[in-house]
């Protein structure tokens, strides 16, 4: 299987410009795509993201998608679990790591103080 990214040798990221919120999430959430595309609709691809938490910013209620995930606290705080009014839930703090495979429910999501994750999506191969 071909992967869907371009070489890209070690450069400096610009952390202001490029972000948008991803479909289905609140305003206070923004991803930076790194690298590849994720198609969902025809199950294949993969991409490296960046997520960020605006501090106070919650879900409220589990993801679950077709895809393989991986993710990175890089800085922050993160609780996986809290209710839909931001309540509960299990906190973690940089360095903790997450892989999930398809079909698992995860989340919902509370950043505290506001947060960084590296994410890494991919398709099985068929």
Not at 95 to 105: K, L, M, N, V
Request: proline letters at 7%; hydrophobic letters at 35%; one cysteine or more.
């Amino acid at each position: 299987m071909a992967v869907n990214k371009a070489h890209d040798e070690f450069h400096t990221l610009d952390m202001e410009s490029g972000w948008e919120v991803p479909a289905g999430y609140p305003s206070g959430i923004q991803q930076k795509i790194l690298a590849g595309s994720l198609d969902e609709q025809g199950k294949r691809g993969s991409r490296t993201r960046l997520l960020r938490f605006a501090p106070g910013v919650y879900t409220t209620k589990p993801f679950v998608h077709d895809y393989w995930e991986e993710v990175f606290l890089v800085s922050g705080d993160l609780t996986v679990g809290n209710d839909d009014q931001g309540k509960g839930g299990e906190a973690f703090t940089p360095f903790t790591y997450a892989c999930r495979p398809p079909g698992a429910f995860h989340g919902p999501f509370l950043s505290k103080e506001g947060c960084l994750l590296l994410e890494i999506h991919y398709f099985d191969p068929v």
